[in-house]
């Protein structure tokens, strides 16, 4: 014998779930729909908090997968200037948008999650949460759009300030101004109807 036999050890890549969203979404450019899926996965609960506060529970999941619809077919141009999320959270409310623009006669059926844990609340506790609740809906759908959207990013969609004002295509102080007048919006429509929040 005259050559040395020589093994090669290629490391198995790792699983989808431990890539970064840039990796990600480079392994979806070149055609591999998994990673793509995982996207998908990661993002799409965070995008429907966001879409369901403002267009509701009924039109929310639709809104979502019309956002990774147009994300996977506008996915080529992306250059990867913003972050994934923030991308897709701007489809979202895209979309948002345009299906209230399609259906403006159509109620929203907003839906905020209660405060309160149920562990040990008394009956009397629970009806209270959901009139407070059921008046929250309502307040934030009346609301300035710019405000509310800025609030259901944070709020919902759980995003920092410089996120949200990236995805808004504001500033940072827009965006801080915008959450303050929210807020202050919500506690005076609030406390109008005769709720202290």
């Not at 050890?9 to 970064?20: H, N, S, V």
């Not at 609960?45 to 077919?73: C, M, S, W």
């Not at 948008?97 to 629970?126: C, F, I, N, Q």
């Not at 990013?153 to 300030?161: A, C, N, P, R």
């Amino acid at each position: 014998m005259t050559g040395a036999l020589t093994i090669r050890f290629t490391p198995a890549p790792p699983a989808l779930e431990q890539l970064e969203d840039a990796a990600l979404v480079l392994l979806a450019k070149r055609g591999q729909d998994e990673a793509f899926d995982e996207l998908v996965k990661r993002h799409a609960p965070k995008l429907h908090a966001v879409a369901k506060r403002i267009v509701g529970t009924e039109e929310a999941h639709d809104v979502v997968q019309d956002a990774f619809i147009n994300a996977y077919r506008a996915l080529p141009k992306f250059l990867g200037e913003a972050q994934f999320t923030t991308w897709m959270h701007r489809i979202t409310l895209n979309c948002c948008y345009a299906r209230m623009r399609k259906h403006p006669d159509r109620g929203h059926d907003l839906e905020l999650p209660l405060d309160a844990s149920d562990a040990g609340v008394t009956p009397v506790e629970v009806s209270e949460n959901r009139d407070l609740k059921s008046a929250l809906e309502a307040a934030l759908a009346r609301i300035n759009k710019d405000f509310r959207e800025t609030f259901v990013l944070i709020e919902f969609g759980q995003l920092d300030y410089a996120s949200a004002a990236q995805i808004l295509q504001v500033e940072l102080g827009t965006v801080k101004s915008r959450m303050n007048r929210a807020r202050a919006s919500l506690r005076d429509i609030l406390e109008g109807w005769g709720y202290r929040p």
